[in-house]
């Protein structure tokens, strides 16, 4: 990574959670990405580069902590998974892996010489599933959404031939058995062909085509598709049939569910590397698409020591390919205006096939973007894929031809309002907020959407009905909505009965859930997890403007007492904001601060606020922990312990409510003392903080390991 600034790094990273959220949403909830799969792995693979290296910067709402995305607006009912669907950390090199390796055996305090065993797959390019069988009947199926809600598919998937609806051989009372729904080459390439011959869509590649026929609300629609399935996991289970994740799927196998042929167990590095060089060798001229290869440890009691990190388990890996490239013509700069006002310049190609895929659009993410690359209508420019519609511009060869620069506009295309850039910033947003025909639809549907207030009903047709007539104009309208019943109900009251439920959807929604009211409206760095850990420290909902402008006036004059550079001035600010956010050092950082700060700043934004409050009453923030005699406690680990490694310690404290510190203060209520922590075990005492033996601690995390049975262990220092 070439250096860069704690500034830039930071300006950076809120650049790269806005970009990469937006496409998790394309792609997960909306079938319809906008980049490559090769561009959006550059922009993680970014993210974490600049996370190692400045993981103080790591923000709340990192895209290392998200899974997928919300499910959308569908007629699909919703299904809540027991057990989370989580997605995969990727590798894209053979150092990357080697560290993966070695990352799982310093968490499990491993001697370099055991061996840990992974097993390797090929990564299908489909749409995952999780298939609930209970007493070896299928009683529901249901795609990922966001990690934690899918979408219930369960009349679909019963039209695809490769899953049971009951499974062979003695199988656990509940087995929850989770895969890809996909569609071979050949099968979509016939189906593209009778979808043109009847003028009908034609889709842009086979996970798309999966994707689109396995989430339709009529299942003969499905049924119509080639659709299959293979098995890669599993999640909740009242028993699990193996001691190993090779064992488990053999006998998924054996119940009648398809896995791939070409699953293997590798006993170390060179074997997996191996496994992966070998299906790249044959990926063209496999049936179906991959983008690589996922490793996970076999060993179960490993996998579970591992667990997890915010968005991925600690025990899997996935191994990508690289992307394939052509060359194409640039023939128009677009620029659309999103929700939050940001102008985006969408490139139109002329098509071009990559991979077997014809992609004519592109994403040029923002005016600095456009100005790094030099793309000017009419230029030839290299683009990339890896699987998806949209690729990147990798390179521009006309460059140096003599032709004026492309003219990133100053003003809305949608409202002509002023369109600009804040400092620091490489986005350019419309200024023109709610008048914004672009953002007042877009700032509304977002208010009523399932990750925000989710209002059942009221979608985007209705809210562009209620905007033309006049109805609504901000969402504390939506609240007075019951006044225009009757013309909602439309002559002698045809639609009464949507109308009345439509109406009782919202009235539902006066007494919402803090984390979601904070979410619906809209501000910029204030996402799902910024809100939850912002709420934590907050709890009351309604003195949020007060802090904010306690922010906003910390921080203005703080410009004013001192020069000093943006990475100096941040580090200043940030233990100020947090104390005035009563948030820890993990809560909440300076830009989801100041955003906040200049939310609460515009006295629109306090009108709108204020009007809500009116209508609707935010219910108060409570935290949920696992409780536990050490739930709230600040702990301090020190010298070596016998039992686990530094990264499973913390992960065991935190999963029970408790705060790891790196030193002893007047704060800390626990001390854990392993072999050789004798000064801070000294320093303990004359505080009068409780001292833990390293067995009490097992005691509490409910492991009862009894030392000295295990391997000589890692020094474990915070």
Known sequence: MNPISEAD????????????????????????????????????RRNAELEAAYPHLIRPDSPSRQVGHEVAASPLSKVTHEVRMMSLDNAFSDEDVAEFVARVRRFLALPENAEVAMTAEDKIDG?????????GLLVRAATRGDGQVG????PNVATIADIPQILRGNVPDVFEIRGEVFMSKADFAALNAAQAEKGDKVFANPRNAAAGSLRQKDASVTASRPLRFWAHGWGAASAVPGATQLEVMQAIAAW????????????????MLDHYRRIERERAELPYDIDGVVYKVDRLDWQERLGFVAKAPRWGMAHKFPAERAETTLEAIDIQVGRTGKLTPVGRLTPVTVGGVVVSNVTLHNRDEIARLGVRIGDRVVIQRAGDVIPQVVENLTRDEPRAPFAFPDHCPQCDSEAVAEEGEVDVRCTGGLVCPAQRTERLKHFVSRGALD???LGERKIRDFLAKDWIKNPADIFRLKKYKNEMAGPKGKRLKSTEKLLASIEAKRTPDSVRFLIALGIPEIGEVTARELMKGVRDLRVLPKLANEIYLLRQYAKQEVEESKASFNARMIESVRKILAVNSQGIGTSAAFALADFFHETHNCEVWTDLLNEVDPQDFEIEVVLSEVTSKTI???????????????????????RVAASISRSTDILVVGEGGGSKRKKALELGIKVMTEQEWLQVTGRVEKLGDTHDQGQLFF
Do not use: W
Request: aromatic share 4%; net charge negative; glycine share 6%.
């Open 256 to 271: 009648g569910l398809p896995v791939s042929p070409l699953l293997v167990r590798c006993a170390d590095t060179a074997a």
């Open 636 to 658: 301090v680990f020190t010298g070596t312990l016998a039992t686990m490694g530094r990264d499973e310690a913390k992960a065991l404290a935190e999963k029970l409510g408790a």
């Open 455 to 457: 209002i059942e009903g």
């Open 127 to 135: 749409l995952s599933c999780s298939l609930r069988y209970e007493k």
């Open 9 to 44: 790094a930071a300006n950076e990273l809120m650049r790269l959670a806005r970009q990469i959220a937006r496409h998790n949403k394309l792609y997960h909830a909306e079938d319809s990405p906008e980049i490559s799969d090769a561009d959006y792995d550059a922009l993680v």
């Open 151 to 154: 979408e219930d598919v369960t």
